[in-house]
Structure formats: C-alpha cells, structure tokens
C-alpha cells in the first residue's frame, strides 16, 4: 500500500469517529439512572440467567430457548440487530449472586431475563436493582419476591404466576376433588420450595384439614428417610406434598414407597418437577404422582407459531413449563426498548429509569401466557394453574 493511500484511508478513519464521537456527544441523557447507548451497527444487547447446568437444566433451557426464539421473532430493534449474554444462575443463590455481578459488570446491557430458580432470584434482584438495570423472570414464583417486605427490588417483574395462586390451587384439589383431610408438606429450604409449601399448608388448613407435619430436608441430600418416617410418626398423611427440585423429589419419591404407614400416601410435587429429568428420577415409584404448575393450554396463534419454531430449532416440543413464559418476559423487554428508546440517526439510546417506567406501565399486554398487567411490585402474570398427573412417563392434565 504506498503511503498517499494509507494516509488518506487514516484521515477518513479518523473523520468517520470523530463524526461517531460528535453523534454519541450531541444527546444528552437526563434518566436518573443513566442511559445505554448504542452506535452505529452496534447490538441491543440482553442477558440472561437461568439454570443451564446440573439436575434442573432442562426447566432453565426450555426457558432459554423461549427467549431465544423471541430475539428471532423480533429480529430488531430501532435498526439494531439483537444479541444475548447467556448466564447460568446455578439454581442457587451463590450462582445468582455471580450471574448477577458479571452482568451488571457490563454496562451495555440492558435488561435481562432471569432467574429461573426464585433461590437465586433473591440475590440477583438485589445486584441488579443497585446496579439501575431491569429483569423480567419466566419462573420465579416465590411470594417473597414480589413482597416489598421481605425480597422485592425495583427493577424487578415476572411473567410467572405468584405461588400464593399455585399454593392455594393444590390445596384447593386436594381438599375438594381427592377429598383428603390430612397432609403433609416438605420443602428445602429454598424461597420457591418454603414458600410453596407454607402457602398450601395455609391454603388446606383454611379449608378445614389437618396439617400434620410440616418440615424440610437439605438441597443435596440423598437418604431422605429420616424425615419421611418422622413425617408417618405424625400422621400418616393421606397426601404429601413436596415443591421442590428434580434430585431431592427423585429421591423423596423413591423412598416414601418404602416407609411403612405411607405405602399408600398420596404423593404431590409442582413445576419444579415437571420435565423428562424429573420423569427420569422419580421412576416407576413416581406412576401417579400429582404435579402443580401453569397451565400451557395456550390457545393463541401466536403459541402455535412458538412451537413450530421451537421444534425447527431444537427438534423437539418444549421439554419444561416456562417456554413461553420466557418468550413474554423478553418481549416485554423489547417492547420497552422499543417505546422509550430515543433513536438519534444511527445511535439509539435508552434510559434506565425509563426501562423500569415503562415496564411498570404495563398493562393489557397481549402475549402467550395470557394479558399481563404488572403491579407495582412486578407481579405480571395472567395466572393459570393446572394439576397433571404422571401417567406412564406422561404429565396429563387432570385439573381443572
């Protein structure tokens, strides 16, 4: 290359940032938790964090997927093409805590969806919150999260239904159409599991049953006899009811069938457990067993279009319940990028403060899982909960 040349495509070089630079100067963001801007060619860029390994995968990557195919839906934004920061949350409030960091570390990120697991939801609503930053999750479903006395952060919504609807319903068929007078309730510890179970405890005493015992085992344990049997001694119930994960509810399934006085107990978990691992753990011992969880008889043609894309691009029907509930929680997203976002020729830029506006505006959203309408602390969702029974290797719908 001679030198005329190379100094004539440096002097264009220099012009062409100077004139990107002068762009970028000429907008002044007033937000009072700052603004994102992107330039010329530039990605909308999202982030997410769900639960992508360990014995929960498949609930955190059929969420993934929802987002996935809503970023395609949309293809972009104000000229912008989309771009996505995938994190795992770890299905724990440690793997919360550093999705939450890495994500905020980077500033040109706008908004995320996430968590899957409400235990990792608690840290990183806080990180995120402090941070200025928006999140929609598909599936956290603790009450507390939502509580402004107990774990709400502003910035923070979800698509999924509050477990005070999903407690309340599962007690509402065990008391009335299985006709039970006597459970019991276990759960892990975890915010989505204690707030589960406590809700339908509540829920089946205000009825009119007996609780008879409610406790907890440890995330992670394996032998989980000793609380079963104690849960016998109390009763024995004639239904059990355990919201929590795939690893310890294989193992509480399993082991219930072999603790005298409970051969013939009832046994309950909810979406936590419903996905081909959990049909996997629970084996032969889980035939019959009852599941709580979002009801996914979406009759739009907008979920029919999900789903024949879903099958094109991961060759199979979603694998967990919050797919669409993932796909909702992105477009939301999107939507508000679109209506606050200030387009400044090739730049667009986007208020923080505005992001959290517009999401709090919400209302009479038309998306997959229903019309969502947010209230002040987040809670979004068009709640609708179904009971499935697993039925050889099959979650049928039995209720209501």
């Known amino acids: 290359m001679s030198k005329r040349l190379f100094a004539v495509l440096a002097t264009l070089m220099v012009v062409s940032m100077m004139l990107t630079a002068c762009g970028a100067a000429e907008y002044e963001c007033t937000d009072a938790l700052g603004c994102v801007s992107y330039g010329p060619g530039e990605p909308v860029r999202l982030a997410s964090a769900l639960v992508i390994s360990g014995p929960n995968t498949d609930l955190g990557v059929d969420s993934q997927n929802g987002v996935e195919i809503a970023m395609a839906f949309k293809g972009e934004v104000a000229g912008h093409a989309l771009e996505l920061q995938a994190e795992?949350?770890?299905?724990?409030?440690?793997?919360?805590?550093?999705?939450?960091?890495?994500?905020?570390?980077d500033p040109t990120i706008i908004g995320i969806v996430g968590t899957s697991c409400s235990g990792a939801g608690v840290p990183l609503s806080q990180v995120m919150s402090d941070a200025g930053y928006v999140m929609v999750s598909p599936s956290n479903t603790s009450?507390?999260?939502?509580?402004?006395d107990s774990a709400w952060n502003p910035g923070y919504y979800r698509t999924a239904h509050n477990d005070k609807v999903q407690g309340k319903a599962m007690a509402d068929f065990a008391f009335d159409v299985l006709g039970v007078t006597e459970v019991a309730a276990i759960h892990d510890g975890d915010p989505y599991t204690e707030g589960l179970a406590r809700v339908f405890a509540d829920s089946f005493e205000a009825l009119g049953g007996t609780v008879v015992e409610f406790t907890a085992v440890n995330k992670g344990d394996t032998d989980m006899r000793p609380v079963l049997t104690a849960v016998a001694a109390a009763g024995p119930p004639e239904f059990i009811y355990y919201p929590v994960f795939t690893a310890e509810g294989g193992f509480l399934t399993k082991q219930a069938k072999e603790v005298a006085g409970l051969e013939?107990?009832?046994l309950a978990a909810a979406d936590g457990m419903i996905s081909p691992a959990a049909v996997e753990a629970v084996g032969e011992a889980g035939e019959g067993m009852y599941f709580s969880g979002p009801d996914l008889g979406f009759t739009n043609e907008l979920y029919n279009d999900f789903l024949a894309k879903y099958l094109e691009d991961y060759g199979t029907e979603p694998i967990s319940v919050f797919h669409a509930h993932a796909f909702d929680a992105t477009n939301m997203i999107l939507s508000c990028v679109e209506e606050v976002g200030v387009v400044d020729g090739d730049f667009l830029h986007v208020g923080r403060q505005a992001m959290r506006d517009c999401l709090d505006a919400t209302s009479g959203y038309d998306g997959i899982t229903g019309t969502l309408t947010c209230n002040e602390y987040g809670d979004c969702a068009d709640p609708q909960i179904t009971v499935s029974q697993l039925t050889a290797g099959d979650y049928e719908v039995v209720w209501p």
Do not use: F, R, Y
């Not at 795992?88 to 570390?105: L, M, P």
């Not at 009450?143 to 402004?148: D, E, K, S, V």
């Open 88 to 105: 795992d949350d770890g299905c724990s409030a440690e793997g919360g805590q550093a999705a939450g960091q890495k994500i905020v570390s």
């Open 143 to 148: 009450p507390a999260l939502t509580n402004p």
């Open 264 to 266: 013939d107990t009832i």
